[in-house]
């Protein structure tokens, strides 16, 4: 540091000069020099002193001093030189005219080789135009200014990834989290690489998201799982997330430990994790242990139509197809109404096929009729019709459904669903007014519910709606997280006139 009169001269890091564009030495203003360190030195305020160093001070207007110092003097001319240009840059980023700010950025480069900050936005113009050699070329040529900076090396590690070079973008990635553990964009990309997956500990709880090696999932999770004592129901809602997530290893170990700590009286928990178990078991391709387990399980629970229907699938997989109708069938004496049985016996094998759905309904029309007090058999045709556009048949089979099963609230929230599609409001609403405990009944028919009420314009009633749901603590995360991006979308929009 040295000083002219009422300036000082202070030198800047070196790095930290080529990150920000400025010249490795400063004038500051005697007054402004204590304050200097916390409030920083910003771009602005360094054009303001340099010009007025220049223009006013007895060293900027002596003819001996800039000669002494000539190297300095050009340095704080060209930094002044750049401002316009940068202008140029700035509003041509703004404008996504990439080429425009590429073609400012290089004139920068030029007045300034060492100016790093023009280097890095000229690095990210070239990957914006998608010119990713070039790019790659101008981020390595200030990689030296910029390591251990997590922003750049994410950056870096982007253009690696868009050049399909993946072990490079993971090491870019790798060092982006060295210097910021939590670098969102960098876990994000190494989610996309496959290298991390991201896990809820707790589904219901948003602070309990963890990044796991995706080799090691099983074992992170197996490690908190024996941190303290659980049950079987805690067991079941982790098999669900897991099985939600199709992470099949995972809901296989949650199925195991369900039914090995559940107790008597919770039959219909150990009956969800022996389905669970084997349906994981034949996700996972090991086909031989998933008949075994089925045809174990029909044995010990002959009147469980998800045996059967489990017992069906592994059949079918196993290449005994011709043995799997009389296990649906057996399926379907136990529960007239079990959805997977009756897509199995009646549905063809491509539920969209509008023909093949038609062809297939008398049949489905006629077990209905047989089993009148079948919400489920009601259900599925209803399901066919709607396939078959026949949507007025298929709204008052719903409805029928509904009415057989009252309690069933996935069965209700479905009709909700379609009455939606038909924009059908004022039904929803009707049919939600008869539930005197509808806060306490399934988050599918109050989002349903809430939908209607912003349809309807009575944004009230809807931000109300999704509100409780966000404050539901005893609901996925998700389903809270989508709540509240509702409620915020509502009050970015301006109400509805009714």
Known sequence: MSEQSDWVLIGLDENTARRQGLPARMPVPRGEFEGLADKGLSIDAARKWIKDFLTNSEAGKSGVWRKQNSALVSQLEAFLDKAPVWERAQKAFGE?????????????????????????????????????????????????????????????????????????????????????????????????????VPIYENPRDAATLVYVRSDAVLDYLTGQWDAAPRDSAFYLEQLAYHERELRHDIALAAADRSVAVAGEGEGDRVERAHLARIAALRALGRTDEALAAADAFVKTAPSSSGAWVELAKCLSQAGRGEEAPAAIE????????????????????????????????????????????????????????????????????????????????????????????????????????????????????????????????????????????????????????????????MDETPPVAT
């Open 330 to 489: 057996r399926a379907l004496e136990s529960d007239p109404g079990d959805l997977a049985a009756l897509s199995l016996r009646f549905w063809p094998s491509d539920p969209a096929d509008i023909l093949k759905v038609n062809e297939a309904i008398p049949a489905l029309a006629a077990f209905a009729a047989a089993h009148p007090d079948s919400a489920g058999a009601r259900r599925s045709l209803a399901r066919a019709e709607l396939v078959a556009g026949r949507i007025d048949d298929a709204l008052a089979g719903f409805a029928a459904a509904v009415a057989l099963a009252p309690g069933d609230d996935d069965l209700r929230a479905e009709y909700w669903s379609e009455l939606g599609k038909q924009q059908r409001y004022e039904e929803i609403i009707a049919d939600a007014a008869k539930l005197s405990d509808l806060s306490k009944r399934d988050w599918k028919l109050r989002w349903n519910e809430a939908e209607a009420y912003a349809a309807l314009g009575k944004n009230i009633e809807a931000r109300a709606a999704f509100s409780a749901i966000n404050f539901d603590e005893s609901l996925h995360v998700d389903v809270r997280r989508r709540a509240k991006r509702a409620v915020k979308t």
């Open 96 to 196: 996504r005219d990439y080429e425009k700010a590429i073609s400012a950025l290089k004139r920068i480069v030029t007045m300034d080789p060492d100016d790093h900050a023009a280097r890095l936005n000229l690095a990210s113009a070239q990957a914006n135009m998608g010119d990713h050699p070039a790019a790659l070329k101008s981020f390595q040529a200030i990689r030296k200014t910029f390591q251990g900076d997590a922003d750049y090396h994410v950056a870096v590690g982007q253009v690696h990834l868009a050049m399909q070079k993946k072990d490079a973008a993971l090491d870019e990635m790798v060092l982006a989290l060295e210097a910021k553990p939590d670098c969102q964009p960098a876990l994000d990309a190494m989610v996309q690489l496959g290298v991390l």
